[in-house]
T-cell receptor, first 114, second 114 residues
Framework: AQKITQTQPGMFVQEKEAVTLDCTYD???????LFWYKQPSSGEMIFLIY??????QNATEGRYSLNFQKARKSANLVISASQLGDSAMYFC???????????FGEGTQLTVNP | DTAVSQTPKYLVTQMGNDKSIKCEQN?????MYWYKQDSKKFLKIMFS???????INETVPNRFSPKSPDKAHLNLHINSLELGDSAVYFC?????????????FGNGTRLTVT
């Protein structure tokens, strides 16, 4: 079974608007971490934001915030005030328990239109 | 600069050849990884080393052999290259046992097998 599911292969948003990228996960481990990465067309993987399973508040990093709904097992990324430079592939990933690996979703290609 | 650096950035070779990709990190991390990104952008873990010890060995053909001379270096050697090996290979590092430690990725090596 897929551990990380990103159901939106592609998303479009107008510049300066907010956009939500969906991520659902599946784990039976009570301890886990959720990560979002950005991969622009140049190819590098850029870490954006982290949410721990025991964190009481939603994580925020500048224009990025995480809408963490534990009961629904979802960890959606919200990008506010989209910029042209936000156009990229976005990956959701999970670390379970004391493990070290990150398991990635299939990604969402975001296009920001001027 | 503190970073994960991998070389070469591009690798074009013929079927049957043997090639190596090198990776080094100066972040003080104790765990290093190799991930493969296929043509559909899906990221899948191949190997992971913690302090020179192999801790993750996914179902990867034994033509792929990782080597970690010390905790700051992780190399990937591929024997008898096949067309299906064409992909982008990412090296990454993190701190094991730290839930919120993201993976820091190198810029990737695009391998093309002709």
């Amino acid at each position: 079974a897929q551990k990380i599911t990103q159901t939106q292969p592609g998303m479009f948003v107008q510049e300066k608007e907010a956009v939500t990228l969906d991520c659902t996960y599946d784990t039976s481990d009570p301890s886990y971490g959720l990560f979002w990465y950005k991969q622009p067309s140049s190819g590098e993987m850029i870490f954006l934001i982290y949410q721990g399973s025991y964190d009481q508040q939603n994580a925020t990093e500048g224009r990025y915030s995480l809408n963490f709904q534990k009961a629904r097992k979802s960890a959606n990324l919200v990008i506010s005030a989209s910029q042209l430079g936000d156009s990229a592939m976005y990956f959701c990933a999970m670390r379970e328990g004391a493990g070290s690996r990150l398991t990635f979703g299939e990604g969402t290609q975001l296009t920001v239109n001027p | 600069d503190t970073a994960v650096s991998q070389t070469p950035k591009y690798l074009v070779t013929q079927m049957g050849n043997d090639k190596s990709i090198k990776c080094e990190q100066n972040l003080g991390h104790d765990t290093m990884y190799w991930y493969k990104q296929d043509s559909k952008k899906f990221l899948k873990i191949m190997f992971s080393y913690n302090n020179k010890e192999l801790i993750i060995n996914e179902t990867v053909p034994n033509r792929f052999s990782p080597k970690s001379p010390d905790k700051a270096h992780l190399n990937l050697h591929i024997n008898s290259l096949e067309l299906g090996d064409s992909a982008v290979y990412f090296c990454a590092s993190s701190l094991r046992g730290s839930y919120n430690s993201p993976l820091h990725f190198g810029n990737g090596t695009r391998l093309t097998v002709t």
